[in-house]
């Protein structure tokens, strides 16, 4: 059984189809990549498997359980977290505080025990911040707790985000363009993170990556989008040489010349 799959996956806007019927599988313990030229529809693709936009036509499983439909908080709690294309901390509270609230979606506590502050809550508040700590310390923001979100540098918010996406235990980890903005050392040390949180957490991600390097030296399998459609889906090789996805990028005179250098 797939992970996550999507079965004739519809979302409009309008008079605009903006994911038209995908049907995607992702199968546990992998590293894939979704990619595609600008307004391909990927980021409305991953909202709409994180229930900020529902589907018009079409089912999300996860687990072999259908999502389609739940709010984003219910999604989280099955086991799909993710990042965001612009980074969302809530900038005013800390990095500690910002990781505690990925952790929302499993904490039992009824809100009479956190109002008295009664024993159960205390031991729950203190594995909560124990756990924090140790996210802080796994994404490499050591020593960094009390600082506002919003004084860390570029690098370290995205590591930010990316810890509070952890904090909520998931199955599937989205991240959605995780290396923009970074230069090629940063984007080395989070393309290693992204290998440890798969290899040591058993945490499955799918990716929307611009940076090929990225995609091609980390993708197990590479989905292509244009238009809102699925174009293509392979190998990093497989896909480098998919006459559809160098027309999506580059137009149909690069694939004629390509044919023509063959010739």
Known sequence: MALLETIDLVKRFGGLTAVNKVNFSLNQGRI????????AGKTTFFNTLTGIYHPEEGRILLNGNPVHGLRPDQIAARGLSRTFQNIRLFDNMSVIENILVGMHVHLKQAPLATLLHLPSFKREEKA???????LMQYVGLRGVGNELAKNLPYGGQR??????????DPLLLLLDEPAAGMNPQETEEMTRLFRRIRDERGITILLIEHDMRVVMNISELICVMDYGEKIAEGTPDEIRADARVIEAYLGRGAVAGQHEEKL
């Open 32 to 39: 894939v990549s979704i990619i595609g030229p600008n307004g």
């Open 128 to 134: 909560s911040e124990l756990k924090a700590e140790e």
């Open 159 to 168: 590591r930010l985000e990316i810890a509070r996406a952890l904090a909520a």
